[in-house]
């Protein structure tokens, strides 16, 4: 279901919105706005994913660190 929008944007960015290919503004823009909700669910999934594997990374450290201890006391 789409609904009405009333919306005022600056002259420039009607220009741009004019350039793109499209039947009317409001399929321009609906493009436009649908191509940023893409981008914006895929940059937040990267940063989960940074987040998710800068944990792994840091658990393999600190494994890889108490390895080494447990050597080290062991070899004195």
Same mark, same amino acid.
Request: net charge positive; aromatic share 6%; charged share 40%.
């Given at each position: 279901? *789409?609904? *009405? +929008?009333? @919306?005022t +944007?600056?002259h !420039?960015? @009607? &220009?741009?919105l004019?350039? +793109? !290919?499209? &039947?009317? =503004?409001?399929?321009?823009?609906?493009? @436009?706005? =649908?191509?940023?909700?893409? @981008?914006?669910?895929? +940059?937040?999934?990267? *940063?989960a994913l940074?987040?998710?594997r800068?944990?792994?990374e840091? &658990?393999?450290?600190a494994?890889?660190?108490?390895?080494?201890?447990? =050597?080290?006391?062991?070899?004195?």
């Amino acid at each position: 279901m *789409k609904e *009405k +929008l009333s @919306v005022t +944007l600056d002259h !420039p960015l @009607v &220009r741009f919105l004019d350039t +793109l !290919p499209g &039947r009317s =503004r409001s399929e321009k823009l609906e493009a @436009v706005i =649908r191509r940023f909700r893409i @981008v914006s669910d895929d +940059l937040a999934l990267r *940063k989960a994913l940074t987040k998710h594997r800068e944990s792994d990374e840091a &658990r393999a450290e600190a494994e890889a660190w108490r390895r080494t201890m447990e =050597r080290d006391q062991w070899s004195e």
